[in-house]
């Protein structure tokens, strides 16, 4: 299949992009970026020398693909926060592009990387297939912005039911290749654990599911394997979730994490105490996770630390 990668130099599409040509993938990869020096890095931090070439975004629409997948976006909260309502004409200029590339290709696929937030305030309790989105229309704050991007494409994605298009939810996703400069609280315990310092943390407990990339690679694959014509969104999940309390844990007993309750982190899409899917519609595509969330948290906390500090500093029981 030949894939055209938007956003190829982001976290997710690197992995995905990285994992897949380890795994001797058939896809033939096009990549395309607002600053594509930067997938050589990229590439190469992920132990693939053969990197593939890699175009200025917009340039896209000048090939013939099976399939297009949009990446581009941001990853960082504290970075959707600074960007405000610039994420909605971001958002909306990409996903158009691809729009007016599949009213001339119509036999293209669409796989948008899509967001949990996009439900807003809609996500007190974990989403399941009738859970609502919930904007405050009257006085939004700048935190919603994110989530109203993913779920305006996802509207107007619907619109266009004759259209193969896909729209990925993601809750949330573990890279060993995280930016540790990124405020996520497992971003934050990893560092502290680096630095031996004391985690502060709030009393509010939390549950998140978090993905990997081989799990991240069977879930779009599978979305890009489905019948032609489908057009819905795919919410991503592991094999379970993992609570706060349950996370510190694992990282005080594998790593010796040292935490305490005191302050709060960032909440930059709001606050969520159950981010996290009990929609199954994935199955029905094949998808079939391998990993649960602290699974996940263990591994990738390994790979990080196993880079940042020496081998016999890191306190691993398992």
Same mark, same amino acid.
């Given at each position: ?42 590439? /190469?931090?992920?132990? @693939? &020398? *053969? ?5 200025? %975004? =917009?340039?896209? !629409?000048?090939?013939? #693909? ?119 609280? /497992?971003?934050?315990? @990893? &560092? *502290? ?5 004391? %985690? =502060?943390?709030? !009393?509010?407990?939390? #549950? ?111």
């Amino acid at each position: 299949m030949r894939l055209a990668i938007l956003g190829a130099t982001s976290m997710l599409a690197a992995d995905f992009v990285a994992h897949s040509l380890a795994q001797g993938t058939s896809h033939e990869f096009a990549l395309f970026a607002r600053t594509p020096d930067r997938i050589r890095l990229a590439m /190469v931090d992920r132990e @693939i &020398t *053969a990197v593939p070439p890699c175009h200025p %975004l =917009k340039s896209f !629409a000048e090939g013939s #693909w099976d399939a297009i997948v949009n990446f581009v976006g941001v990853g960082d909260p504290a970075r959707a926060v600074e960007m405000g309502a610039s994420i909605l004409t971001i958002t909306r200029e990409w996903d158009d592009r691809v729009l007016a590339y599949l009213e001339t290709h119509p036999d293209c696929r669409y796989i948008f990387l899509s967001s949990g937030a996009a439900f807003a305030e809609g996500v007190s309790e974990p989403v399941d297939r009738d859970t609502r989105a919930t904007f405050p229309i009257n006085a939004l704050p700048s935190t919603a912005f994110y989530g109203i991007a993913k779920f305006y494409a996802e509207a107007v994605h619907r619109a266009r039911p004759a259209r193969s298009i896909i729209d990925i939810r993601v809750f949330n996703y573990l890279s060993a290749q995280a930016d540790l400069a990124h405020r996520f609280l /497992v971003t934050e315990a @990893i &560092t *502290a654990i680096r630095d031996g310092r004391v %985690l =502060k943390v709030d !009393a509010h407990d939390m #549950w998140r599911d978090y993905l990997g990339v081989e799990d991240f690679a069977a879930l779009l694959n599978a979305c890009l394997a489905a019948p032609s014509g489908y057009n819905g969104p795919v919410d991503a999940y592991s094999l379970s979730p993992i609570s706060k309390q349950q996370m510190l844990e694992l990282l005080r007993d594998q790593f010796g994490l040292m935490f305490e309750v005191a302050g709060g982190g960032i909440d930059a899409t709001g606050r969520k105490s159950n981010y996290f899917s009990r929609n199954r519609v994935a199955e029905a595509l094949g998808y079939r996770p391998s990993s649960d969330s602290a699974e996940t948290v263990r591994l990738v906390s390994q790979q990080i630390l196993s880079r940042q500090r020496p081998s016999n500093a890191i306190k691993h029981l398992g």
